[in-house]
């Protein structure tokens, strides 16, 4: 089989929920991401962190409340937390899936931040929401404090956030570096840790959540990536999604793609992120690919045998 370089996105059941289980769950992410490293593919991984940076705000939240001498954790601080302990058990599963099949791998996580443009028009208008349920009484309270909260879906209030899109990657050369002496890199966890750059070039941690599938494709466009696989929880892309009139999709062109977009077939904030970076990321080179399948099924849709996946015409 041909040996291609990947970046490979994990979503929310590649990881599990809770600390224990996290442990359980990357452990089978682990053979998965192996069995491919095993056929000789140069790999990149990058992963979701929406439940676990909503356990470490709420965490550092209480904080406050039982030590008034602590001050708020920002979040970009928070999302820098999940990657270190979620980068950490997934570098130790795949280490010691690599050691259990005796072979001698190198594994890395590397935290990164991801450049944003300060003049974003997420951050206007922040959709993306986070943390915990809040009480009407917290949610004015936040308002009037100048942090946004949204009515989420007759389950409460809860605090929505800037998602805004990536533009740069500030660890990209070491990421590089790593690849090119034969690692296994994690890294882009999250998303990234949203930063903009000031007007002497110093980061600032931007209060915002970048979604990982449009910082992925950023990611695998930079690398120059052969193929970009978003592992999730759909065996593939439907048209017509939980109707009677439901159609599992194969193959899928940028053009019909748009299509698609334009008739609202993707759930925005799930499936429609994953098919707008496919697009991004097969309009930023020739022969670039995104596969869209379930965790499980890695190896047979790299293999061509399953999943939906996006392309350029005239792949
Ligand atoms: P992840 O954690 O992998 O990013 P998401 O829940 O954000 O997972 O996105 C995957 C989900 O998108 C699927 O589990 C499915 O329920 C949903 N989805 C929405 N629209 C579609 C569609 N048109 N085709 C397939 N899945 C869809
Ligand atoms: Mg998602």
Redesign the pocket.
């Known amino acids: 089989m041909e040996k291609k370089k990947i970046v490979i996105a994990?979503?929310?059941?590649a990881l599990g929920k809770g600390m224990a289980q996290q442990q359980e769950a990357v452990a089978r992410t682990a053979r998965i991401i192996v069995d491919l490293a095993q056929q000789g593919h140069s790999l990149v991984i990058t992963h979701?962190n929406?439940p676990q940076v909503g356990m470490i705000q709420d965490a550092m939240e209480s904080l406050t409340v039982v030590h008034k001498n602590y001050e708020q954790t920002p979040l970009p601080t928070c999302v820098a937390m999940s990657q270190g302990y979620i980068g950490i058990d997934l570098q130790n599963a795949i280490k010691y899936e690599l050691l259990s099949r005796s072979i001698d791998g190198k594994v890395s996580t590397i935290l990164s931040q991801v450049e944003v443009d300060r003049d974003d028009p997420a951050f206007k208008n922040p959709t993306k929401p986070i943390g915990r349920f809040l009480t009407k009484e917290e949610a004015l309270e936040n308002e009037a404090n100048g942090i946004r909260c949204i009515e989420d879906a007759g389950r409460g209030y809860r605090v929505v956030v800037a998602s805004p899109m990536p533009k740069r990657i500030r660890e990209l050369e070491t990421i590089r570096t790593l690849l090119r002496a034969g690692h296994i890199v994690i890294t882009c966890g999250g998303g990234g840790i949203p930063v903009v750059s000031d007007e002497n070039g110093k980061l600032i941690g931007a209060s915002a959540v970048i979604d990982?599938?449009n910082a992925s494709s950023l990611l695998a466009e930079k690398l120059g990536a052969d193929y970009l696989v978003?592992?999730?929880?759909?065996e593939?892309?439907?048209?017509n999604?939980?109707k009677e009139n439901q159609e599992w999709l194969t193959d899928l062109t940028v053009e019909q793609a748009k299509e698609y977009i334009a008739q609202k077939?993707?759930?925005a904030?799930?499936?429609?992120?994953?098919v707008e970076a496919a697009i991004r990321f097969a309009q930023s080179g020739k022969g670039r690919k995104t596969l869209i399948t379930l965790l499980d099924k890695a190896a047979e849709g790299i293999a061509g045998k399953t999943g939906t996946v996006i392309y350029a015409d005239g792949r």
Not at 10 to 13: A, F, K, M, V, Y
Not at 236 to 239: F, N, Q, R
């Open positions: 994990l979503g929310g059941n979701g929406g990982k599938d978003i592992l999730t929880a759909v593939k892309v439907a048209i999604y939980g077939q993707f759930a904030g799930s499936m429609l992120p994953k």
